[in-house]
């Protein structure tokens, strides 16, 4: 083992004040000697995602000490998506991540940990721990809290999407109020990430298939008995990644991250994660662009039947084999590349050589669902630096209809619940990138209100925004150039025909010059504060909407 970067903190005469502080903690001489493990923890009481994370960084800390380490925790802040879904606050999101990576850095800076456990939950916890990892260079374990479970409701299983789609239903009369309160006290019965393969559960598959999670550890649910064991066991696990020197670069390779897009395409993921592994591949200095993703994804067959365009939720993947067997499956096949290294120690292969389950929720390759993966790149006269869409076995891949255009998603939103939305229209909310909103939020509440109100067949959208994991149907996103910053879709008119054609990979506006078109104003000023300087430094989503460093 090298020189501990702990010992520029602790070691020597002149450090006497920093250990002097230490000690006010309780730690004595033989705690200071031993490597300090940064233990990050983004637990907070705001949500039911990452209220777990307090008793596992306990579990984590207990498996350092047992190693040989010295734990020291710290916190750093995580916003809900789902709790601040359709409000202003959405906005906070994404901005999220940038604000957490940076936290993370800079108290691995400050402090100078020899080694990291970063725990996370909700959906921008996840990424912004890798992106802090990939900076601090050390090394690092992931851990996801896990899934919630799933909750009962007049004899099926249900979600937080559940809610979301049940206010379109209302909205079209197929609900009462009285069902929608029913169903909200139903649906999250208890602490963890929400249930189906949504953008959390996708980033904690993709954690997995790139090695930055002990193999097995993201399926166990959020409130399943084997959770705390297995962030014990992660504790001793840093330790020897500790001893080993395996740092988190030396797993961000070109391979890991083709298994990333693979394993999300795969597994029916979000298009959250075409965002993040964007934004994970410019910090790595890793090659990576749409192209390239919507390559690997049309040779990988959808494999799970994954809600939310599936049958089944997290827990029962966890039940059938979890994680590692989608990989196992994936790597018999030639999906994917068994040699990348983990932070088990062994390579890919090996991490999974032993994963077993049946053949319903993970397909075998020869009974996939569809013979390509979910994600699809779309480019035309509306998105000539591409856009983002997921297909599953059941959404529509062609549709041609006029725009339905709105500078804001409220109004969308209301035009929905208030039946103004007809067959074949293809609803436009522009404004709504990482600039123009600011923060790029997503559109759960008008998609599942679309579907909800059973127009999720014959209802298109298409937005320079995002969507959350939860989102089904023929929603298009992450349209660039995004119309704050002078896009097409700042061109377009309300009654424009669009057409949008998955198996051409095309978008675009029908016989109408949208360059020769005096564009709109799209976007709003934000006040003075973390949004306006957000604004003022985010690239595109089509290079993953990452702060200029």
Partial sequence: MTELPSRSVLAGRDRAPARANYRAMGLSDDDLRRPIIGIANTWTGTMPCNAGLRDLAAAVADGVRAAGGTPMEFNTIAVSDSITMGTPGMRASLVSREVIADSIELMGRAHSFDAYVCLVACDKTSPAAALAMARLDRPALILHGGAMAPGHWRGRRVTS?????????????????????????????????????????????????????????????????????????????????????TTTRRLLTRASFENAVAVTAASGGSTNAVLHLLALARESAVPLDLEDIHAISRRTPLLADLQPGGRY??????????????????????LLDGTVPTVDGVNLDGAVSGARGDGVVIRAVDEALQPEGGLV???????????VVKVTATTPRRHTGPARVFDDEADAYAAVTDGLIEPGDVVVIRGEGPRGAPGMPEMLRVTAAIVGAGRGYDVALVTDGRFSGATRGLMIGHVCPEAAAGGPLAAVREGDIIRIDVADRTLEVLDVDLPARETVRCGRVPEPGVLAKYAAVVGPASTGAVTVR
């Fill in 313 to 334: 939720l997290a827990t029962d993947l966890y039940e059938a084999g979890g994680i590692p067997l989608l990989l196992r499956r994936m790597l018999d096949a030639g």
């Fill in 377 to 387: 790149v779309l480019r035309g006269n509306l998105a000539p630096d591409g856009a």
């Fill in 161 to 245: 999407a559940d809610v979301y789609e049940a206010l379109g239903a209302v909205a079209a009369g197929e609900l009462t109020d009285e069902d929608l309160r029913d169903l909200e006290g139903a649906a999250c019965p208890g602490i963890g990430a929400c249930g189906g393969q949504f953008t959390a559960n996708t980033m904690a598959t993709v954690l997995d298939a790139m090695g930055l999670s002990p193999s097995g550890f993201n399926s166990i649910p959020a409130a399943d008995p084997a959770k705390a064991p297995a962030a014990e066991r992660a504790g001793a696990t840093i330790m020897g990644l500790l001893e080993s020197g």
